[in-house]
Structures are given as C-alpha cells and as structure tokens.
C-alpha cells in the first residue's frame, strides 16, 4: 500500500471513531506504523561507495568506535523499512597500519663480535637469540623508531647456518622479521639472493610463505611479517662509498595476511564485525547472542542442581527439557530457569564481559513439546532478566 495513502487512512479511521486527546491519538499512529514495519536480518558488508556516502576519505574506519557512531545512521538511510527487534551484523574494514622501515642499516657480525661475548667467542656464532639481541643492543644503543637493522650472521641449531634477518627497533625494542636465505631465494627462482623488483616480491612471497609454513595453523587475517631484499638505487647510502646514485642490495619489511586459503599483502586493513539491533525504531550497537540449550547443557544442569532440586534436576539432566507443568513435581518455575541460565553461561562463557546481552532458547514440556525463549544481561557479575 502506498505509504502516504496507509497514514491518511490511520488519520480519517482515528478521526471518525474517536475523539481521545491528541496525545493518545499520536501514540496510536506511532504503533500501527511500527506494527508495520518489518523484522529482519540485515547480513552486509560495506562497499567502497558506502564509506564515501559516509562522508570518510578512504574506505575503512579509524576505529571501532567510529564505526559503532556512524553505522546507525546508515542502517536507516539504508533499511528504512525494517523496525524494532530487527538485527544487523555489518563487516567492515578498520585501519590498522602495521610498523615498517623508516630508516635502514645492514650489517654483517664480524668475529670481532661473537669474540666479545664469553658465550660466543669459542665457535664464533650464535645458538641462542638473547645472544642476538646483546649484540643489537649493545652495537645500536641509540636507534630512531622504526629503524631496521639488517643483520647477517652464523647460527647454529644442530649445524651451522647463515642467515640474513631483520631487526625493526619498535618503541625501544627490536623485532625479529625473518628473511630468506640465500637458498631460498634460488628456490623461488632467483640468480642472486634478492629480487628485481617490489611487484616480483609480492608475486612470489605469498607462494614462498604457505610452502615455508605448510605445518603451521593460520585463523582468516592473521599476519606474517617478511623480510626481502632489492638491489636498487642506494638513496641511503647503505653501502657506505659516498654515493647515493649507484646500487646497492636494501632491506623490506613486507607484511602478508592469510584468507583461508593463500597469503596476500596486506592493505594496512583489518575486517570487524559489528552486531546492530532495532530497539524502539532506532539501531543501536548490540551484543546479543543467540544460543539454544543443547542436551549438553541440560545434563549439565542436571547435575549442578541435583542437590537444590532433585526432582526437577533429574527430569532436565534425562529429557533435555524444563518440565513447566506447575502441578508436576518436576515443575521447574521462571525464577529456577533462570537460576539453571546463569548456570550455564558461566559454564560456556565464564569470561563474559559486563553488559553482554544473550538470547537463550530452551525445550519445555508443558503437556507437549515446545520451546520458550529468555532474554538475560550480565550485571553485577550475574546474569539477569533483560
């Protein structure tokens, strides 16, 4: 129906058949066209062209916070029909740039070196990385932040090795960033133990990456740093000759995110999902999570209130249901049910945080099979009715 033509025929019905003061009459309408509006879930995921409608520069936000203050308004503009108890969970990207090389040192230790540490001095290498970081901290005491040191050097573990690593100096402290080796480099097809360019290097490191950590379990957008190698012009002079117009190898921290199924460079972006929910016409940032007792939980609850109410405790642990039959002695009433809920989420969720919101789901029998439904918050440390 034609909005315009559903309001006048809510005013022209009020006006022919009541004569109730003008605020009655406004809290009529404002319940027939809520009435009227729908209940949904909103599943999305924010386009380029909805941060510049947003109003923002580049298409992520600086924070969650920002996120949570200007994604109900786009909820409206965009779902102007969905109403109260509607629910929205919208992913977007936040911007989370990680630390690279502002400045860059290369350095090779000498014998000098491993002889000036008691540890290092008979075979002249290093077999633990503290003695690594001595070295770093006592070479370059005064670095400027987010300097990276390029460090070759003999380590052994199990039989001696040279590596080339990187050190990125990081508020006070030194990061390792693993490099490749100089096999490495040949084996993603290399002549010399670097590549031609930054494009060959994030072609090729991804595929180097998921072959060099095949054993090891990566969750969707974690992270892994990378150290790589380019000869290119000398801007810095790294080589040390005077000249900033020859070439010289220098040092990259790349960073690379895991999608599920490959690495990829990272954007300077992590996705968030946020939950939105529809109270009273107006989205709000909501927590809520909807859970249904499993047999589990029942058994759980079975036992947890053998002593407190035996009957009705063995009846939830053996059917997996509340008996809400008031004349039964199994009978569990709302305040038990609700006592038998905390129980529970302190048992699935003992870390929740103040104001986490749950939905819980529940069989009872009342004669037949069904279920009711319970809305609890976490305050005080208890769960309570919500």
């Known amino acids: 129906m034609n909005k315009t033509i559903y309001y006048l025929a809510i005013f022209l019905g009020l006006a022919l058949t009541s004569c109730e003061p003008m ?22 995921t924010l386009t380029s062209d909805d941060y510049s409608d947003l109003g923002l520069s580049f298409p ?8 949570k203050n200007l994604l109900p308004a786009f909820l409206e503009d965009n779902y102007p029909y969905y109403g109260a108890e509607s629910q ?49 901290n006592k070479k370059f005491p005064n670095l400027a932040n987010r300097t990276l040191v390029s460090l070759t050097y003999k380590y052994y573990d199990g039989q001696a090795k040279t590596l080339n690593n990187g050190f990125l100096y990081v508020n006070g402290e030194f990061m390792l960033i693993e490099g490749l080796t100089d096999a490495e480099y040949i084996a993603t097809g290399e002549s010399y133990p670097n590549f031609s360019s930054a494009d060959e290097a994030n072609q090729k490191l991804p595929i180097f990456l998921k072959e060099k ?21 000398d801007v810095q002079d790294v080589d040390g000759d005077g000249s900033t117009e020859d070439n010289a190898t220098y040092s990259y921290v790349k960073y690379f995110s895991w999608n599920g199924e490959a ?5 300077n972006t992590v996705a968030q999902t946020l939950q939105f929910g529809n109270i009273d016409g107006t989205w709000i940032p909501d927590n809520t999570i909807r859970y249904t007792l499993s047999g589990t939980d029942f058994a759980y609850i079975g036992t947890q209130f053998a002593d407190a109410y035996p009957t009705p405790a063995s009846s939830a642990g ?20 609700l006592e038998a809920v905390n129980a529970v989420l302190d048992n699935i969720n003992p870390n929740a945080e103040e104001g986490q919101k749950y939905v819980i789901t ?21 769960w309570i009715l919500n």
């Open 88 to 136: 929205a969970n919208l992913t977007f990207d936040i911007y989370a740039p990680q630390s690279t090389e502002k400045s860059l040192i290369v350095y090779t230790v000498t014998t000098e070196d491993y002889d000036s540490n008691p540890e290092t001095a008979q075979y002249d290498n290093f077999d633990d990385e503290s003695q690594i970081y001595a070295l770093l």
């Open 263 to 267: 690495f990829e460079p990272y954007n």
């Open 23 to 44: 605020e009655e009459i406004h809290d009529d309408i404002n319940n027939k066209l809520d009435n009227s509006l729908a209940v949904g879930n909103i599943e999305y």
């Open 213 to 233: 950590y095949k054993y090891r379990t990566f969750e969707a957008g974690d992270l892994v740093s990378v150290l790589y190698k380019l000869y290119t012009k």
């Open 362 to 382: 529940y069989d009872v029998y009342n004669g037949s099979n069904t279920t009711e439904v319970i809305s609890v918050i976490k305050e005080g440390g208890s």
């Open 60 to 67: 992520n936000f600086n924070s969650v916070e920002d996120a």
């Open 318 to 337: 053996r059917y997996g249901n509340f008996d809400r039959r008031s004349s039964n002695t199994a009978y569990w009433s709302d305040a038990m049910i």
